[in-house]
């Protein structure tokens, strides 16, 4: 159990277009979901923490009107990379959490995200 | 401000050693504490999860250790293959918070 799930797995998009991600907890609900990013050779860095329902917390530094955060129901996130530059590419991960299970966090299999 | 270090960036070793990565972290008001697996391009799998109320939890070939007074936690892995071969993440939950800190973490890599 405790699998999240990400789509899409890679994706290329043109610098100014917008690009979605969602992130999916497939075998149970999520009581907060997370979005990181991971540059590389750098380590996994959280932008946003969401709860279903709510507005999402963003990180210091993390541009709330450039990197939009749903969370549309207990088991999906979507993270929307408006306006993208090539700066913007890098590797999102999302991971998923549940009361139930002492709060530990499942993560997806993350997204590539290439801006040309 | 919480810091996670992982030493060494680096490790080579020839399969079937024994072998211990290390995490350190600054502020020793931790919920847990997280070993996680990365393949290259790949998302994370999580190895152990050691509550700061433990001292260490096994998996199969794999013990993780926290001393938190102290600030560190250790990842012993026992003779080791190269599947083992990936980058390990150590990661702090802030107590309450659910937020991860993760260190940069430490590429391993197993020689047949």
């Known amino acids: 159990g405790a699998v999240v799930s990400q789509h899409p797995s890679w994706v290329i998009c043109k610098s100014g277009t917008s690009v979605k991600i969602e992130c999916r907890s497939l075998d149970f609900q999520a009581t907060t979901m997370f979005w990181y990013r991971q540059f590389p050779k750098q380590s996994l860095m959280l932008m946003a923490t969401s709860n279903e329902g709510s507005k999402a917390t963003y990180e210091q530094g993390v541009e709330k009107d450039k990197f939009l955060i749903n969370h549309a129901s207990l088991t999906l996130s979507t993270l929307t990379v408006t306006s993208a530059h090539p700066e913007d590419s890098s590797f999102y991960i999302c991971?998923?959490?549940?009361?139930?299970?002492?709060?530990?966090?499942?993560f997806g299999p993350g997204t590539r995200l290439t801006v040309t | 401000k919480q810091e996670v270090t992982q030493i060494p960036a680096a490790l080579s070793v020839p399969e079937g050693e024994n072998l211990v990565l290390n995490c350190s972290f600054t502020d020793s008001a931790i919920y847990n504490l997280q070993w996680f697996r990365q393949d290259p391009g790949k998302g994370l799998t999580s190895l152990l999860l050691i509550q700061s109320s433990q001292r260490e939890q096994t998996s199969g070939r794999l013990n993780a250790s926290l001393d938190k007074s102290s600030g560190r936690s250790t990842l012993y892995i026992a003779a080791s293959q190269p599947g083992d071969s990936a980058t390990y993440l150590c990661a702090v939950d802030q107590g309450g918070s659910e937020k991860l800190v993760f260190g940069k973490g430490t590429k391993l890599t197993v020689n047949p």
């Open positions: 991971s998923a959490s549940q009361r139930e299970r002492s709060y530990e966090q499942y």
